[in-house]
């Protein structure tokens, strides 16, 4: 038994009750004790500098621990340090692997990062058919932002005529709910299906969404995108309205 194991549920809640610095330690001390959710969460912390400073190598090793312990969620996590180059060298192979043994066990995210290398042929080879059953089964799961980004997926898979027949519709449609479900690309991709329906009050508005929810890398590439747009309020509104979302 350890010292935490004495504690009671109002000790731990006034314990996570303190300032992110006081929340660290105490996850740093239940995962240090074993406690594999502690090791996954207070891994996230190190990765994204959350009341501790940033280490991606440290919270490589504290989700290779909790992964140890079949914690799902950190070996997806496991999965994207290798998929991105977090703490660890660039392996998509390995990144695959996790993400397949992960998806297996009906984690949401992995089977979203585990289709997305199939469709990119990352790490594994190309099977589009495979990676839009995949995107398909999250999409209808509804569990919030995984299921989003895997409608959005789906849309670009019913635009572009990936391993289905090519259907504006259905990829219109498809992006309308990843936008209410909160993926920013799915935003972006919305506002250019409005746009090109000549919708653009609406389209200015989500393109606003899309700069708001995204990162400093996706917006960079969406101006981009706007600024050599046939649509001339894009090149103009539209660039505006993203950039001002990113401010905000």
């Known amino acids: 038994m350890t010292a935490l194991d004495t504690l009671s549920p109002d000790a731990i809640a006034a314990r996570l009750a303190g300032s992110s610095e006081e ?10 004790a ?11 912390m190190l990765l994204d500098g959350t009341g501790v400073a940033a280490d991606p190598a440290a919270a490589m090793a ?4 909790a992964a140890a312990q079949h914690h799902v969620m950190a070996l997806n996590m ?8 977090w703490g660890t060298p660039v392996d998509k192979a390995r990144a695959a692997e996790c993400y397949r043994v992960a998806a297996a066990r009906g984690l949401d995210w992995a089977m ?11 790490g594994v080879p190309e099977d589009r058919p495979a990676a839009l059953a995949l995107l398909e089964k999250v999409a209808a799961m509804n569990t919030g932002l995984a299921s989003a980004k895997a409608i959005n997926f789906v849309g670009s898979f019913a635009e572009d005529g990936w391993a289905c ?13 990843a936008a209410e479900g909160g993926d920013f690309r799915g935003c972006f991709n919305h506002a250019r299906m409005l746009g090109a329906a000549g919708e653009i009050d609406a389209a200015l508005g989500w393109l606003e969404q899309a700069g708001a929810r995204g990162n400093a890398a996706f917006v960079t590439k969406a101006q981009a ?17 993203l950039r001002e979302g990113a401010q905000c």
Not at 23 to 32: D, G, I, L, T, Y
Not at 112 to 122: I, Q
């Open 23 to 32: 929340r660290a330690a105490f996850v740093r001390e239940a995962a240090e």
């Open 34 to 44: 074993g406690v594999a959710e502690a090791q996954a969460v207070y891994g996230q």
């Open 62 to 65: 504290c989700f290779v621990k």
């Open 78 to 85: 496991v999965g994207r340090c290798y998929d991105l180059g």
């Open 112 to 122: 979203y990062n585990y289709a997305t290398l199939l469709a990119l042929g990352d």
């Open 165 to 177: 027949p090519r259907d504006l519709a259905r990829a219109a449609a498809c992006y309308a709910s």
């Open 225 to 241: 995108f706007l600024a050599a747009s046939d649509i001339a309020a894009f090149r103009t509104r539209g660039v505006a309205a």
